[in-house]
């Protein structure tokens, strides 16, 4: 126990802990619960047995006797605040504990101010009159982000924060914005802060009218950060990160400052009808009724797909209007061009298809194995939280192709070639094997197949397989290593593992790497895949899916049907449904005839090879969205929806957590939230809904499915859930397979390498191999990233290629191309980089003029239909 | 292999971001003229961070092919002049040469270091009074026999207080680094004599390295707790300033000689760390930082440095004099009770001058120093300051106080610097500010910003009340101790300071 003043505390952390404890008020400006950090401002001292001491810095001991107001400490209070003066501008929460000291002036010169700023940056604004020298910004940057942007130069009285470059746009800096969150006074802020209250250190009086707050979750990727929403009127002001699971308050440059697009010029605000060969506004009632007229008279030519990027209530409709009010199963969404072949894999090897731990597990990961993503870029809330992890000490094993960012500050990076994770994962499974880095009781008791798997893995020495991968075996030997004699070995896995022939094989093949060292169903360990869209979890958990219904249950199944029928009110139908591929084909094939696409836009993320003759075949395209997409563009009616800062529902993310999606905005005049449309289009349909709110949706899908049965908004409410959720009072599962393997036993797979067909060209004419994937700065299609000032920070595509290869082709940094491989062609501008292995080459798809998925070719992941993004055979000229 | 705390993420970043681990930390490069993002590219350093690190050590930011000593002896003496009055010059603090009695520069080759000893046996300075010198294998062999409780007890008998200033029993500090149970330990010789008007551990670094050796390779022995089986490792750092470039080479020069002869316990290696130029970097935690190759600043303490200190593993830090003295320890059993005492300024013979604790500065100065110096008018002596810019003005008329760490709080490491009435009490407070502002790390509120401030105060009490916050504010003992002197001279020649209103 602690005399604190005049009561008594339990002695708890340091000093500074125990006054907050206590809610006795000591301003602690250079330390932050979130990065620590202290010791520098002084401004939290206090008496300890009669001593001045720092109370952050403090451990409180049992016995003090601690002391937080007394006449020395009022002096010096007002002396350092005067000290303070002399040196910033007051400003922020410094100057309002400049202010509760009684300091409005100072004795001292003033002579310390330094009066830089800099503007450079889209978003970052540095304001160093009012810089306290705290050092919260580079405790933000480094413990948070792990990016080292700031640090502090000079000495002395010199001593001032410094970025590096001259122009703060130059530096390192990735926008995340955790250190505007964390400043005291402003000094370092963003264009949100700035524009709310302009100029707050000259403004004498209270800041801004106080903004609305809504908690809502994250559209721009499967991470499910929390956000709180400040709004003003119907304009979304500023984002800071919510202090919940799973981001703790921390965001990336899209979450923090994509939020424009929502109230952009371009938005939809009325439904469009094509007319004489374009699409002209009409009313709602026409929109709705032209919708359900064609869809009745086409019924069995019909095919729907699902969105993402919407609510699992928006997901459940369309899938139950297609089945329940269409009666066919042709619905898909796009985990097909993504995630499928992991919930395929993950299925067959383990039983559940989706992440078996938490994004808080990779805290307590002694060795993090990362496959196939680019995770600071694509996912960069969990990207941060892996870097902070190896910089705490945890070892990093990163499979990738490219150096990316985590491959460059691995233990070991196997740099494979695009193309053969097969022949690689085999190899690593053979040392662990071989070696005897296997965990024999966990191999014993819950997993089946071993003894066939290991003969299998006997002709897979690294090197062997390092003629096919490029990799020298010693690598894969440590790193094999590392992860074998792990105490919790984590995995992370991408789309660098799925979008290829052998993706479903080759997550197996990651499960089989887990259960060979027993790294499954305790904290820690997992195979988790980082899901890319932020409900494409909840996509496929509500059933938009041809082959599975709402919780991946089988139509064909007798209970299934006994289960779903009665809710639904209509049979379910059996026969199996078309993947997305295959609803392309059937649509150029005259089988399918109309389609409904849900907030997707296929002509610029699909292979190009697979839609446009489809698409061109239909009779009737609808499309709903909110900007008018390259898909949309094709349409024959366009319905405006809603987006995720406009409507309640839910998200599921790629840790199976179902969070809260809140509106923070009202609907936009004349576009509509897309349940509601849907609910329209499935009653003019003859399948009327009876749902009051997104609500009543959720608590229908948890009769349906005994995963959510537990999952109400109520429960939601208290900061989400991770299915499975069997009960009212369950409090959701962190981790899968605790007790056993949801399939019984994990099944070990032996899958031999397969070159894929869509390789076998003539090098000669198709020498290099190009990889896609995501950049920091946009998400997806760029509908939304585009249209914000991201575009500034990444105004272009580029095509990434090593100095050799650049060389080669006589191509320099910054010289437009065209990029060909054998099914089109496309258009960038070339950036040499580091980042890449000499024979391969890197672009996005973020940019539709770029066409990157026209390169792609025809080939499938051969178990679960997802195309082939990761691989393509190219050509590349100065244009 | 991490430390459980205290990793800094910058110094992770980097050591993954290498191609290669360079055998020259980020501070050697850029001593050695690299650019910031050339050193950021070799180092896996971040960019800004690196700059953090230039800006700060005085040699990096201002490179300059000679310097001028502002320390406090060459300051007063005769014909000072500041650096800018020297094109092409930077200024320094200090070289170390206090006993030359002249503004001393890096173009002119230092005078030997005048010794001499005031009692029978001296201790410190036992190998470098006369000829012969140590014997090295005698001094290895001393600390190598007793085992590692024995030397605890040994020294914590002794009653050893370190003599870099802050007079920390020695015996707790080795027994906490002891008490830690991790794979990697550091000891670390403090050789960043910063003071100025001190320079015996540049004497015992050039002239009587083995014994500094020696001491830390007892400490090596006391705090490694692996017992027999010898899995865990203790590294040595003697981390040598700048200032002292022939110290920095006479250490390197004895390693590699104590190392060649295998005289070192067995697993145990010590390296140089040279700095670049800040006085803080004479503080553990700052020094510490230095050696990592960042900013020395001074850190919050806990954790000491004993648990979490060098790349977070348990550390020893220990001044150079007090590592000297710890084979004559071992291997006498005796307490020590004579310290050494640097003096310079206005006496006749300047020199290193051992005498025991309790000895007047008058007596010190007699018999020690020759008395006043000749040039001086009789009475002589104003004041002198003992223990360099954060230690104690004591006025003439108080020079019969005995010096010892309990009689003379202050006392520091022993540098003795003697004032002639031609040296006002403003002057001295004068060069004291300066030094105060120039030497600042700039970590914390009160000393960044209040240190700078110290000179334009218009009052006593405007100026008291600054260094009451200096004081009771500051992160580490150099805020907390620059008042110390200041108030001395308040306290003793009020009238200097602040001249009554119309007696100027």
């Not at chain 1, 198709?766 to 500034?792: I, K």
Request: aromatic content about 6%.
């Amino acid at each position: 126990m602690i005399q604190l003043d005049d009561r008594t505390v339990t002695a708890a952390g340091t000093i500074l802990d125990v006054c907050r404890a206590a809610g006795v008020d000591v301003p602690a400006l250079c330390h932050h619960p979130r990065v620590g950090g202290g010791g520098h401002c002084r401004a939290c001292m206090v008496e300890v047995d009669g001593r001045m001491v720092a109370a952050c810095t403090t451990p409180a001991r049992d016995g003090s006797v601690v002391v937080t107001q007394s006449e020395r400490l009022r002096a010096y209070r007002r002396d350092l605040g005067e000290l303070m003066h002399a040196e910033a501008a007051p400003a922020g929460v410094a100057a309002t504990v400049l202010a509760g000291w009684g300091v409005d002036g100072t004795r001292y010169e003033a002579r310390q101010r330094v009066s830089r700023q800099d503007a450079s940056h889209p978003y970052l604004r540095l304001d160093l009159e009012t810089c306290i020298r705290c050092r919260l910004c580079e405790e933000a940057c480094n413990r948070i982000q792990g990016q080292f942007v700031y640090a502090f130069a000079g000495r002395g009285s010199e001593t001032i924060v410094t970025w590096g470059p001259d122009r703060f746009v130059d530096s390192d800096c990735v926008a995340c914005g955790a250190c505007t969150a964390l400043c005291p006074t402003g000094a370092v802020s963003d264009r949100d802060r700035r524009a709310l209250a302009d100029e707050p250190r000259r403004a004498a009086g209270p800041a801004a009218p106080p903004a609305a707050v809504v908690q809502t979750t994250c559209t721009f990727c499967g991470v499910g950060c929390q956000l709180a929403v400040h709004v003003a009127g119907d304009r979304v002001v500023r984002v800071e990160g919510a202090d919940t699971p799973p981001n703790h308050g921390h965001l990336c440059v899209k979450g923090r400052y994509v939020h424009g697009f929502a109230r952009h010029p371009d938005r939809l605000r009325t439904p469009l009808i094509r007319r004489d060969g374009a699409l002209v506004p009409c009313s709602w009632d026409e929109a709705i009724a032209a919708v359900a007229e064609a869809f009745t008279r086409l019924r069995g030519h019909v095919a729907g797909l699902s969105s993402s990027r919407c609510t699992n209530e928006e997901n459940y409709l369309l899938q139950k209007w297609m089945r329940a009010g269409l009666g066919t199963n042709h619905v898909d969404c796009c985990a097909r061009v993504c995630h499928a072949p992991t919930a395929r894999g993950m299925r067959e090897s383990l039983g559940t298809g989706a992440a078996t731990n938490s994004f808080a597990d990779i805290d307590q990961a002694d060795v993090i194995l990362v496959a196939g993503s680019n995770s600071t870029e694509a996912h960069p809330v969990v990207g941060a939280r892996i870097k902070q992890a190896v910089l705490r000490g945890a070892r990093l094993v990163v499979i990738d192709p490219r150096r990316t960012e985590l491959a460059a500050m691995a233990d070991v990076h196997l740099a494979l070639r695009p193309g053969t994770n097969v022949a690689l994962l085999n190899s690593l499974a053979h040392v662990l094997v071989t070696e005897d880095l296997i965990d024999h009781a966990f191999v014993a008791d819950r997993t089946e197949g071993f003894e066939r798997y290991r003969q299998f893995l006997a002709d897979h020495a690294p090197e062997r397989t390092a003629a096919i991968t490029g990799v020298d075996a010693g690598r894969v030997r440590a790193a094999a290593r590392l992860y074998g004699k792990a105490r919790r070995p984590l995995q992370t896995h991408g789309l660098g593992m799925t979008e290829h022939y052998q993706g479903s094989e080759s997550v197996m093949l990651l499960c089989n790497l887990a259960l060979l060292v027993g790294g499954l169903g305790r904290v820690g360990v997992g195979v988790n895949p980082l899901r890319g869209q932020n409900n494409v979890q909840g996509a496929a958990d509500m059933g938009c899916q041809p082959d599975l219904l709402t919780g991946y249950a089988s139509p064909q199944a007798p209970d299934v049907r006994a289960r779903f029928e009665p809710v639904w009110g209509r049979p379910v139908p059996t026969e199996p449904g078309l993947t997305l591929p295959q609803m392309y084909r059937a649509a150029r094939e005259g089988s399918i005839r109309a389609m409904f696409i849900l907030g997707e836009d296929v002509v610029q993320t699909d292979p190009g090879a697979h839609v446009d003759a489809g698409l061109a075949a239909l009779e009737m395209l609808v499309v709903q969205e909110i900007f008018l997409s390259e898909t949309a563009r094709r349409a024959h009616i366009v319905l405006p929806g809603a987006s995720g800062l406009e409507k309640d529902g839910t998200f599921t993310s790629g840790e199976r957590r179902i969070q809260r999606v809140r509106a923070a905005l009202p609907p936009l005049p004349g576009a509509r939230p897309d349940w509601e449309i849907l609910c329209a289009l499935m009653a003019a349909t003859g399948y009327p809904q009876p749902y009051r709110g997104p609500a009543d949706i959720m608590d229908e899908i948890a009769r349906v499915v005994p995963a959510f049965a537990g999952v109400s908004y109520a429960h939601l409410d208290a900061g989400g859930l991770q299915w499975p959720v069997p009960a009212a009072d369950h409090p959701g599962t962190a981790i899968l397979h605790t007790e056993r393997v949801a399939r019984g036993r994990g099944a070990f797979a032996c899958v031999a390498y397969e070159p894929s067909p869509g390789l076998d060209v003539d090098p000669a004419a198709y020498p290099l191999r190009l990889t896609t994937g995501r950049v920091l700065e946009h998400y997806n299609c760029g509908t939304m990233t585009r249209r914000s000032d991201n575009a500034r920070l990444r105004p272009c595509d580029e095509l990434e290629l090593a100095a050799a290869d650049a060389d080669r082709l006589g191509i320099g940094d910054g010289d437009a191309v065209v990029v060909r491989s054998p099914h089109g062609e496309a258009r960038a501008v070339a950036r040499i980089s580091p980042r890449m292995a000499e024979g391969t080459v890197f672009l996005s798809f973020h940019y539709a003029e770029t066409g990157t998925n026209r390169l792609i070719g025809p080939v499938l992941d051969r178990l679960a239909d997802c195309p082939e993004y990761k691989v393509t055979p190219v050509v590349v000229a100065r244009a | 292999m991490h430390p459980a705390s205290g990793m800094n993420p910058v110094l992770e970043w980097a050591r993954r971001h290498q191609r290669e681990a360079p055998d020259e930390n980020l501070i050697d490069d850029l001593r050695a003229g690299m650019s910031v993002d050339q050193a950021a590219e070799r180092q896996g350093m971040p960019r800004a961070a690196v700059h953090g690190v230039q800006s700060y050590y005085e040699y990096l930011r201002h490179p300059a092919p000679l310097r001028v000593c502002a320390g406090t002896a060459c300051r007063f003496a005769g014909g000072w002049m500041t650096s800018a009055a020297l094109p092409g010059t930077a200024e320094v603090r200090c070289l170390g040469r206090c006993y030359e009695g002249r503004p001393c520069r890096t173009d002119q080759t230092p005078a030997p270091i005048p010794r001499r000893a005031l009692v029978d046996e001296p201790v410190v300075l036992r190998h470098v009074l006369g000829a012969g010198g140590a014997d090295p294998e005698r001094l290895y062999r001393s600390v190598a026999r007793p085992a590692a409780e024995e030397i605890l007890a040994t020294l914590a008998a002794s009653g050893l207080r370190g003599r870099g200033g802050a007079a920390f029993p020695t015996a707790a500090k080795w027994e906490a680094a002891r008490r830690v149970d991790a794979p990697v330990k550091y000891v670390v010789a403090n050789g960043d004599e910063g003071d100025p008007g001190s320079y015996v551990d540049r004497l015992l670094l050039e002239e009587d390295p083995h014994a500094v050796l020696a001491g830390m390779c007892a400490c090596a022995r006391a705090i490694d707790s692996s017992g027999a089986s010898g899995q865990n490792v203790v590294r040595g750092v003697v981390y040598v300033r700048a200032e002292y470039p022939a110290a920095a080479a006479r250490a390197c020069r004895a390693i590699a000689e104590a190392t060649e002869a295998g005289l070192l316990p067995p697993g145990f290696a010590i390296e140089v760390h040279v700095g670049a130029g800040s006085y803080v970097c004479g503080e553990e935690t700052a020094l510490l930082r230095g050696i990592e190759g960042l900013r020395g600043e001074a850190q919050p303490r806990p954790p000491y440095p004993t648990e979490c200190g060098l790349h977070g593993w348990p550390t020893v830090v220990q001044n150079v004099e007090t590592l000297a003295i710890v084979p004559w320890l071992l291997e006498s059993g005796r307490k020590p009770a004579s310290k050494a005492f640097c003096l310079s300024g206005a006496v006749a013979s300047p020199a290193v001058v051992e005498a025991g604790f309790g000895i007047s500065l008058a007596e010190l100065l007699a018999r020690g120093g020759g008395g006043a110096a000749p040039r001086m008018p009789c009475p002589p002596w104003k004041m002198a300051l003992i223990g360099g810019p954060m230690g104690r003005v004591l006025p003439v008329a108080a020079f019969d106080t005995p010096l010892g760490y309990d009689t003379l709080p202050g006392l520091g490491h022993g540098g003795v610097v003697v004032f002639d009435a031609a040296v006002s009490a403003r002057d001295l407070a004068g060069h004291l500010f300066e030094f105060a502002a120039s030497e600042s790390c700039g970590a914390c509120t009160p000393c960044r910003v209040g240190t700078a401030q110290l000179g334009h105060r218009p009052d006593r009490a405007a100026l008291e009340r600054l260094l009451d916050t200096l004081e009771l504010g500051s992160m580490c003992g150099f805020g907390q101790g620059v008042p110390r002197p200041i108030r001395d001279l308040l306290q003793h020649f009020p009238d200097e300071m602040f001249p009554a209103r119309g007696a100027r």
